[in-house]
Each structure stands twice: as C-alpha cells, then as structure tokens.
C-alpha cells in the first residue's frame, strides 16, 4: 500500500515539475486566470477534481489489479 501512494506521489512530482520545466509560462499564466476565478469556484474545482482522482483510484485498485 505505501509502495503504492509512494509511486503515485513520485509521479505526481515528476508530470509537476515536467510541466514548469518545459512551459513556466503557461503556469503563469494558469495561476493569473485562475486569480480572477471567485474563491467558491477555485474550491468547487479543488474538490471536483480530488473527486475525480479519488474515483479513478478507485476503479483502478477494484478492476486493474
């Protein structure tokens, strides 16, 4: 199990730093926009999307393994 979240932690971190290796100005840009997004909408897609990860987990710990 924490071999597990270790793996998706170390790619979580790598995809990260890939992407402000390759384009920091699109990051830039992202963090501007999303600046201009109300609070409840930066915290409704926070939660969408952790939402969105936790079902993915899930159908890939109960169908892939």
Known sequence: MIEALLWGLGLVLVIE???YALAPFLVES???QLED????ARRRFGGMT???GAV??????????
């Open 30 to 32: 992202m963090l501007k």
């Open 17 to 19: 730093g890939l992407v």
């Open 56 to 65: 993915i987990l899930l159908v890939v710990s109960k169908y892939m393994t």
């Open 37 to 40: 997004l109300p609070l409840s």
């Open 50 to 52: 952790a939402l969105l």
